[in-house]
């Protein structure tokens, strides 16, 4: 397929960052674009909310639909799944973005930091691609793509933030286990995980200004996604792909542009080797 016209993407936690990135490259294509997430009024902390997301996208040449969603509600995922269905007829793709983050040691971490983090990147993965899927297993050519990282059980990755490594090999977990059961359905489950750190609001939360100087832009995720989605689905799932390794793969050599500050050394992300 040579564009994502005309097909639906339902994304979550799509209001800002990478998964609002995501949309915008579909829109350009063309596509139908479902947006959600918690944000439906303005947040002074963190800018956009689904409602402005969905105007970028229409004006990037997409159909939106906003709608509110807490991937914590299993009912709220079902209403939302029914929307969009309504609206546009289906559902061709599910991008499970929308993730919590709490980066401490075990002494450090609450159990409601720890209980929001699996509900939401473990649990709502797993809900969400359940309550897509039988709109999936109509679609010509149907992807889920989890934006989370390649399973690697060194204790290297779990030591310094164990309740969050666990909720977001959660999710990795659902693309090991979904891509084979549902491979004679021809539904893809795949994940994306950037190389370096992505400058968004959430990292400028996680490490101020200064890290994001050493970061790429959310658009690397969002082109690379694009790719994968492109991709016939019964010759690609189960993969875990790293977003320059993708790019790099349909022959983008200059990587350059998606540098949020040109020229500085960029840092790596978690879960991946320097």
């Not at 709608?67 to 914590?72: E, I, K, P, S, Y």
């Not at 709109?135 to 050519?141: I, K």
Request: proline content about 5%.
């Amino acid at each position: 397929m040579a564009t994502l016209q005309g097909r639906t993407l339902f994304i979550t936690g799509s209001s800002r960052g990478i998964g609002k990135a995501i949309g915008l490259a579909a829109a350009r294509d063309g596509a139908n674009v479902v947006i959600t997430g918690k944000s439906s009024v303005p947040n002074p902390k963190l800018p956009g909310t689904i409602h402005s997301a969905a105007e970028e996208i229409e004006r990037a040449g997409g159909q939106a639909l906003a709608l509110a969603l807490d991937v914590r509600e299993e009912a709220q995922i079902e209403a939302a799944v029914a929307e969009a269905v309504k609206r546009f007829g289906g559902i061709d793709v599910l991008v499970n973005n929308a993730s919590a983050i709490f980066l401490a040691g075990t002494a450090e971490t609450p159990a409601k930091r720890y209980d929001l983090m699996n509900q939401v990147n473990a649990r709502g993965t797993f809900l969400c691609s359940r309550a897509c899927l039988p709109h999936l297993a109509r679609a010509r050519n149907p992807h889920i793509l989890n934006l989370s990282p390649p399973l690697d059980m060194r204790a290297k990755w779990f030591a310094p933030h164990v309740a969050y490594t666990m909720a977001k090999y959660g999710m990795s977990m659902c693309v090991l286990g979904m891509a084979e059961e549902l491979r004679d359905q021809g539904i893809a489950v795949n994940a994306l995980w950037p190389r370096t750190v992505i400058d968004t609001a959430a990292l400028n939360l996680l490490g101020g200004e200064e890290l994001s100087r050493h970061a790429r832009k959310a658009e690397i995720v969002a082109d690379a996604a694009r790719l994968i989605l492109l991709r016939d689905s019964r010759k690609t799932t189960g993969n875990f792909f790293i977003d320059d390794e993708v790019l790099r793969a349909e022959g983008v050599a200059d990587l350059s542009r998606y540098e949020a500050a040109p020229g500085n050394e960029l840092f790596p992300d978690l879960f991946v080797e320097p």
